[in-house]
């Protein structure tokens, strides 16, 4: 059973950054793919990023691309998520999610497909 454990969160105005960080433990973190993804109220939970085992394999969706930023530290078990330039639709509670991948390097996006997650942090972008 792996633990994962978000920090960063927090209150913004528009166009500021932040960083947000996921420690994972209790799995070998090499061998899962990490995701972000966000919910905001009325919405579905929908995956903003994506990375897999290789940190070559990575997948941002159309409305954080170019302003967010996904990356892990395999020897530090965390994964980061960037964001830059945020928006007031920015504003969710953001997971972090693990899927254990010991065969694939590729990301995934699909909540059904992960297997651990955290209790998630919230993001709030005043404009």
């Known amino acids: 059973q792996a633990q994962l454990v978000e920090s960063g969160g927090g209150l913004v105005q528009a166009g500021d950054s932040l960083r947000l960080s996921c420690s994972v433990s209790g799995r070998t973190f090499s061998t899962l793919a990490m995701g972000w993804f966000r919910q905001a109220p009325g919405k579905e939970r929908e995956c903003v990023a994506s990375i897999g085992r290789i940190v070559d394999a990575t997948y941002y969706s159309n409305s954080v691309k170019g302003r967010f930023t996904i990356s892990r530290d395999n020897a530090k078990s965390t994964v980061d998520l960037l964001m830059n330039n945020l928006r007031p639709e920015d504003t969710a509670v953001y997971y972090c999610?693990?899927?254990?991948?010991?065969?694939?390097?590729?990301?995934?996006?699909?909540?059904?497909?992960?297997?651990?997650w955290g209790q998630g942090t919230q993001v709030t972008v005043s404009s």
């Open positions: 999610a693990a899927k254990s991948a010991p065969h694939s390097g590729g990301y995934f996006i699909s909540t059904l497909l992960y297997d651990y």
